[in-house]
């Protein structure tokens, strides 16, 4: 689903998953994670700051209301100590299950997997050690693992995204568990230390979002490191640390990168967004549609959904870029391209999806109209210059959640969506089938790694098999009740291919 | 615009633009372009058989009656023998420069070059010898490249696709050019030869479409060719032919291969089908798309273009596929994927795109309902196995040009368009806007080959720089007029990119 | 916006607002609005029952925690019994003052016609009874109302839909609204007769939706109601009662029928349905509608609407159709047109928009497969047999609000949205630009109503004049920046018809 | 399918179909059809001008070559005077009959009723006169009557859309028919005579297409006249001038309006218009759509359809609109409105679908850009005003078939389709299955008409019953394989309606 912060890199990707530059190195390991008691992030944070804003207020279902006592002050100072896990409260369970269960019904891949791979346990004997949001769907990939014969021992990749029910539920069933809505910085990495630590456990197998686990383990608990098998990464900040630890040499594991398959890549954005678009200016606004002007800021994969969903319920569009391929893809589409000043003083929503900084600025947001919407779908928070509207001259008023008025000196209200941050994952929910697709692949990933022939995978980070990407999606079509065709010999021989696939060339675009 | 006929490859592309098996070696070399007096196709032929399906019938302006001398006789016979071009009537030039003209307005970007370049004159000193269509967007790219500051010599790479009336056009401004439409195969060599060989007059460049004019160099003039310094080659076929020279360690000369570029790869498939699907089945048929079934076989991009104009008039669509990440692109898209058999009695339209052989069976031909229209817009002429529709028990009856009624003993009727040959070149025009785009990346890729310094190429074959493939796109921003948006310097750097581009890695898919 | 229970007709409408026997009679006029504490509808009742439906939970923002005393009670028990409002609680004024300003930015004609006739005051003298759902749109209404000249007093139109803070917010400015959200049947009366009858208050204008101020004037004081100048009226049930009481030789006072204007059609079926059912199934399910199977009963307006939304996110769309007519549209639109029984066993989402009874059966939700969701988008809450559903074998199980679970024996779950009612009024927002366009025709009528000459309109049903169909369409036209083009003299003439309008005959269809 | 010049009217439709003011009285009956020997109108043609009009020539198949001898001459001249009908080639009929035999594959409906109707001849002692365009189309019409039992008689209301071959089909199974391409004036009029009368022929039902037969026989004939039974007119000229017989108390016979049935009227406009502006635009043009910048002026049906067939090919689209409610839908749907002088230097296509005159003046084609191409999709000629193009300053060009370039003194080109001329009668074809709607109301009219009990129809205009207008499309859902869905008795009772429908009420708009 929804990237974390993205690391440096020389290529960008454009579509709203750009890299930023990033330092990154041991002694400079400070992982600054101290919001304070009210839930505000500390803006002295370097890194991962992302990880902090990525949870949906749609998908949580609890208030969040302050105990007296944290669950892991409760579970230390009573008689709970010796519990294997450490939730919130373990007695809403039920609630849990039942999300988990909906959820299954969405997740049908891993279902299948879960019914295909039981005979043969391909996890048998896998100690997986995780670190991922503690939601509904990742329950779902959680107990896959389990019952494809992995133990599974379970932290939070962020303070505040967990389903504190869900993780209940899990813990229910015996599932060690340790993860809370709002951890501290400290919690944090004391959960983490949990899931890496235990009795008679020593973990073989990593799947990461974001790769603070990975680097826990490499820097704290080395030893316990090097026997690790395999590590699957989900994040593009997460690949990016392992593709530097890799070119400093200090990767001794193989590493799977599956945020860059086709099928997540096209899911996450292209289609995913086509959805949360709607929802997230719903959710937040109730505008209508029909007529209304949007600019959509970005047209890459992001961008394209965006603008697909709002053309078909009527409102008109117009598109900047830089690049120019991706201008003229939106020409071909039937969005005018222009340059944002050309347009401001008549749109009604603004939508950025560029992965760049300071796209809307404060110069630009001056000169649009009164009611306008400004939202990010793209990354990170810096796409729209908030900073700026932080200014004496300008009121903000809280009118709904997620929803602030910025009020100018004349009146002219302009609404901001979500602060800046990304719309889809803080205003709208995902669909788990979305989510389905990459659990799909996380769970295939861990099979590949720890069933590889000695040999197969050396000290390095490595792309899913194009044809295990294949196979991810082959496993969702039964949902759509989708039947593919089989090629014969014959054709199979006539198109140079072997007839299960891979099917296409590694530079296919799709 | 058109591949010709697609190359070996252990990989296949998927979406209209497979490769086939093609022994090549030099003791084959029997290029055997016999086509018999009545026009058809000889069997025997072994490669670029589709060089002579592919001309348009929709772009053919004159009437294809028989002359009794050919235009080479007529030349040699008369007192003629010293003109410097050899055409069927320098008489049409007036129309074809009609047509030219024409043609100049829906290639803005080579107009642009014209304009931009002239100053310095890039290709001055540049001897083309050149081997493509002979039609009126050509005839822009020629006259373009001698505004360049070029001299040219031309000849058809198709000995039914030369529009005879453009041909007297560039003749009549003093271009050396050597085509007429129902060449011979001896007049085809002929006119090849005259481009490659005259007084006073060494190539130093090749633009090629299908390989014949660098092969025949290769073979019967390697002096000549050995002092070449760059070939830009157009085609699928051509590609292949030269990576396999240069496999064979034969390739003496840096090559371009400007097929693979995004902008034209986008273009020739999702763009130009998703317009030329619906004229091309307009044209034969007339038929009404609005609530038609139709089964697109094959959801590569040519497959999604159909489905995408299709659907935009209300017709029912149904998708096959073999590869599973097409085929969830296809749910994703709104239309379900199905195996042919499945829907095969009651689909009004069949239309192939795979790039397979065999796609539509005489055995799924039995069951269709009566009126079934089927065609073809992958790839070849293989995709519908029409040679057993010629059945004793079938009769054949041509209703239209490019219709024929294949009649089944019960009375029902099945449409065949085109003989199963591909739709878009038989039935439909091609826009000029999408030829541009391929014409403009010929002339980019020989002034980049020009002038390159000593060293950037070596004998090897290179694909377009991707800061090159986005020139293109820009070039034709303006007829859109689309505004590009600037990166400032902040932003370039955040992005970790050069502000000018390349925007994107080459792993991008678009 | 939303209908109220429709009555009866010899002609039904089709599309999702069609009309039931009703029979009415002055001693049949029981008015039975008896919820329970718990708030279940009476099934009693007899007439309007709908009007307990149809409140949207989404636009209700204050928790309905049962307080000790009704604000009736309070009210009478205080000192406060001179206020002249009675209201929930009067300090939620300042939240309800804020939506209020949010509503008043898209609705452009409201404030457009409170600027252009403020001068001239056309409700001057205009003593005006409402009778409406209390939201923050009809407080747009209504202060216009007041702009305009007019004084108001004003009751809720259903005992469920008031938004508390919103009346509170009328109250604190001093307009009398007598109105909260969970009224007793009692209150309901005594709110409306509190409007009606006020000292030195003879009201000679009705607004009202549904019927239930007009009869309850009518019965119970007839005297105050003969010296009322004009009665406009929006909903169906409203405007068939009139008729009815028209037949009878009864109505004593015009009224216009505001409810089948073009743009009050248009907008609160296809337009404002296309945008409901997204927003409506993606609050209650999270569900993805990419690639799912949906059928839509229905293709009039709504359906149309449904399937126009569905379609561009990629849905794949069947059709069930009693009328060939819209059948053929469906057909033309891209839609496979089924019987239900057909697809029952593959479809995911079931929606409903008929206006007819029993359209889903029990006997086909036992077909269907597991996790199906349904949903009415109709009228009233007759489309599903849900009663059918209430049976000793299968077990409910509320999974969100409005979201239940009802599981068959074999564990098959199906997902029933809002019980079977109507999903846009209960999961979903109405966009103020929508109710905008009802307001400002109510707001018309009005004046029309109150400044027409003597004679114009006798004692009978009118329908709005047509200009004044076209002037609320060309009141909203601003806010998307649209431009009219304007007749000359000349093309005026040529069309045979006036310069400013009406531009189309009256059986036009738009 | 097309109109023929409107009349006029106090209400304008507004949708093409505009009527104008037309004087008629029998002293100024004075058709005058003379085109010149080159086929050029007489300008001074006061009424039906469009009828010359409104060829198709894509329909055209045969050269127009001119002999020496007209048809008419050549049928007088010679043995051949007794022969029962008269046509340009009789010869050429088997080449027709296969033109009708694949208009008869789509169209369903009249295939149908030749089935189910064919045991009780409903038209049996019918004896029919028509005057229709002769095409493939009306040959399945005509044949169809023949076999429900009727005798016939027909000429051509058109004197260049005769398609000879199928006149020679009609011939060639012992139909009267009395049409060729070309004819004078005169010969117009001797063909509809030689209808008329005939030995022992008493013509009893009228089927007409324009109002000329109807007033010949009206004039000319007046005693054959009062005893035919029943008039069948299709076009809204002919309408028209049926109205103004009736108005005048000159109608002695009842007459049935078809053209304002919901079928014809949806499929004339809204479907026909959404494939044949693509097919008309690129028959001519082969522009690409893409990012066209295209104002459509005028969103009625036709606009609406146009508007729809080009987003779906990534056009950019502005509509200009005088009536508020139209431009409020274009702006639901997507499209910005705006006066033409707003967009005018930027468009690539001006489409005009307004039925007004004289919407592209001079003036603004002064101001538009090089290669902008005009066309016209409403009604008549007048639309754009060409006559002001004829101007010396300006050139004309013909570059193709229905394509001029109208050359500025600056060398700006403007490309004009069709002179100004319906664009999809000039130069797309009419898909048959929109024809069949047409030609199916006419045979169920001229049924009805034919059957009904004395009494049921008086001397005057009556419209289709709405019931015969549903089966009109019930007939045509098979095509499709549409299933309709019954209403059982108690939900027939619930909606008020008979189970057989019809479904609506009138003024239901669909």
Known sequence: ????????????????????????????????????????????RSISQSSTDSYSSAASYSDSSEDEMTPREKRCGEARVHEDFCVKNIGQSGFGRREVEIAQQEM???????????????????????????????????????????????????IFSTQNEVAAALAAVGIPVFAWKGESEDDFWWCIDRCVCADGWQPNMILDDGGDLTHWMYRKHSEVFKKVK????????????????????????????????????????????????????????????????????????????????LKGLGAVICVTEVDPICALQACMDGCRVVKLNEVIRQVDIIISCTGNKNVVTREQLDRVKNGVIICNMGHSNTEIDVASLRAPDLTWERVRSQVDHVIWPDGKRVLLLAEGRLLNLSCSSVPSFVLSITATTQALALIELY????????????????????????????????????????????????????????????
């Open 230 to 309: 395999g590590i699957v990464e989900e994040s593009v900040t997460g690949v990016h640390r392992l593709y530097q630890l890799s070119k400093a040499g200090k990767l001794c594991v193989p590493a799977m990168n599956v945020n860059d398959s086709v099928t997540k890549q096209k899911f996450d954005n292209l289609y995913s967004c086509r959805e949360s678009i709607l929802d997230g200016l719903k959710r937040t606004t109730d505008i209508m549609f029909g007529g209304k002007q949007v600019v959509v800021c970005g047209y890459g994969e992001v961008g394209k959904g965006c603008c697909a969903a």
């Open 108 to 158: 049908p891949a891993l279902m299948a997997l879960r019914k295909r791979a039981q005979g043969d346990k391909p996890l048998a004997g896998a100690t997986i050690v995780g670190c991922t949001h503690i939601t509904a769907q990742s329950a779902v990939l959680i107990e896959t693992l389990i019952a494809l014969g992995a133990q599974c021992r379970w932290a939070a990749c962020n």
């Open 1 to 44: 689903m929804a990237e974390k912060e993205a690391p440096a890199s020389a290529q960008a990707q454009g579509d709203g998953k750009l890299r930023k530059q990033i330092q990154f190195a041991d002694q400079q390991f400070e992982f600054q994670r101290r919001p304070t008691k009210k839930g505000h992030r500390s803006l002295s």
């Open 451 to 510: 069933n590889a022939p000695e040999g197969r995978y050396k000290q390095d980070v490595y792309l899913l098999p194009k044809k295990m990407d294949e196979y991810v999606a082959s496993l969702h079509l039964p949902s759509f009740d989708a039947h593919l065709t089989e090629l014969n010999e014959e054709q199979a021989k006539y198109l140079g291919i072997n007839k299960n696939g891979p099917f296409k060339p590694n530079y296919y675009r799709y």
